[in-house]
């Protein structure tokens, strides 16, 4: 199963966030979940650096593959930080279309950031 976790505090402000896992939908190459889900996730940080000029720090798995956890800038000019936002919650809203599809391969947790999960 893929999990994808938001990372924010308590007003909903999104700092970070991760895909992990395996669909295992079907087989590699074929597995039509995850190939969603890895073109939500780089497509995210791709249009974060497009459109923002913003290159958040990532770390991704570079065997086996099936990580990728994405930290955003702090400090940034309020406008800068409302698109950022506006970004991540189309990412977030992307992916909710897959659990509503493909609820038994995919899910999305929240993690409260000094506090316990949402």
């Known amino acids: 199963m893929i999990t994808v976790t938001i990372h924010h505090d308590e007003n909903r402000h999104v700092s970070a966030f991760e895909f992990?896992?395996?669909?295992?939908?079907?087989?590699?190459?074929?597995?039509?979940?995850?190939?969603?889900?890895?073109?939500?996730?780089?497509g995210t940080v791709n249009a974060i650096y497009?459109?923002?000029?913003?290159?958040?720090?990532?770390d991704?798995?570079?065997?086996?593959?099936?990580?990728?956890?994405?930290?955003?800038?702090?400090?940034?000019?309020?406008?800068?930080?409302?698109?950022?936002q506006l970004i991540v919650q189309v990412m977030t809203a992307q992916v909710y279309s897959m659990v509503q599809n493909y609820g038994q391969y995919i899910r999305i947790n929240y993690n409260q950031v000094g506090g316990g999960t949402k």
């Open 50 to 58: 497009a459109l923002l000029n913003i290159e958040p720090e990532v």
């Open 60 to 84: 991704q798995a570079t065997e086996g593959g099936g990580y990728l956890r994405v930290d955003l800038p702090t400090k940034l000019d309020a406008d800068i930080d409302a698109k950022l």
């Open 20 to 42: 992990s896992g395996h669909a295992e939908y079907d087989q590699t190459g074929r597995d039509l979940v995850c190939a969603g889900a890895s073109t939500i996730a780089i």
